[in-house]
């Protein structure tokens, strides 16, 4: 079975890091905050270029994947980023950010609900079901050593949500393959609206408070981490034949 990164070789932590560099971005003295953001974005959308293979929208025989399936996984990323996001509301001083995780605590929250929903649709029971059955993800588990509030917003709204429209991209081709457009109106229409918002708070807060070299060098050293522990998400799910597995 071929995986989401069939044409790419495994990203590595000085790649992105490169990808950085070749953007112009030293690691010295602060730059303008809002000159960091832009410069870390497109270092960024380069990585993630590379995790959308160019066949994501072609035809493939899928063999046993379901949407079910995949859905069941979503339900799991969407707890997770719940529940990170509801830890880091307590913990992190300024109103602002606090009050972002709050929204985003909401809008994973709902897409839990809906998701469940759209399941029960398709037929699935979910009584008795706990999405984290087999632990926290790997991801989740780093995302819990963040204290710095900077490196939070880098690491999960920023990257990982940003990580999530690529995944949830392909998983609503995935749908429409399968030819449940009603799972993939949901994803389009509501999902990909609230994970490509939570991006864009990301980049806003990113631009408010990475202002220091120290706060600059932790944001990029967040992104990085999170896109090596995205990718070995990645690689799980195709060895376990989850590929096209949504993020949240
Ligand atoms: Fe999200
Ligand atoms: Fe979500």
Redesign the pocket.
């Known amino acids: 079975m071929r995986g989401r990164l069939d044409n790419a070789s495994p990203i590595r932590e000085t790649e992105y890091m490169d990808a950085l560099a070749g953007v112009g971005i030293g690691t010295g003295a602060a730059m303008d905050a809002a000159a960091f953001v832009v410069e870390l974005t497109e270092g960024l959308e380069q990585v993630l270029r590379r995790l959308t293979p160019e066949d994501t929208l072609r035809a493939e025989t899928d063999g046993d994947l379901t949407v079910e399936s995949l859905l069941l996984v979503a339900l799991r ?2 707890l997770e ?1 719940t529940e990170i996001a509801a830890r880091w509301m307590a913990t992190t001083p300024e109103v602002e950010v606090k009050l972002a995780f709050a929204r985003q605590i909401g ?2 929250a709902k ?1 839990y609900r809906l998701i469940q929903e759209r399941l029960r649709a398709l037929g699935v029971n979910l009584a008795g079901f706990n999405p984290l059955a087999k632990g926290y993800g790997e991801l989740y588990l780093y995302l819990t050593t963040l204290s710095d509030m900077v490196e939070r917003i880098a690491a999960a709204q920023f990257t990982r949500e940003a990580i ?1 429209t690529v995944w949830n991209a392909q998983f609503i081709a995935f749908c429409e393959r399968q030819g449940d457009g009603e799972t993939a109106r949901l994803y389009r229409e509501v ?1 990909q609206v ?2 490509a918002f939570h991006h864009e708070l990301g980049k806003k807060l990113l631009a408010r408070y990475a202002t220091t070299p120290e706060q600059q060098a932790k944001a990029r050293a967040a992104v990085s981490r999170t896109l090596e522990l995205a990718e070995e998400m990645q690689n799980l799910y195709v060895r376990q034949g989850m590929r096209h597995a949504p ?2």
Request: with cysteine; proline share 0%; hydrophobic share 25%.
């Open positions: 990323n969407e980023a809008d994973e897409h999530a999902v609230d994970e993020g949240c």
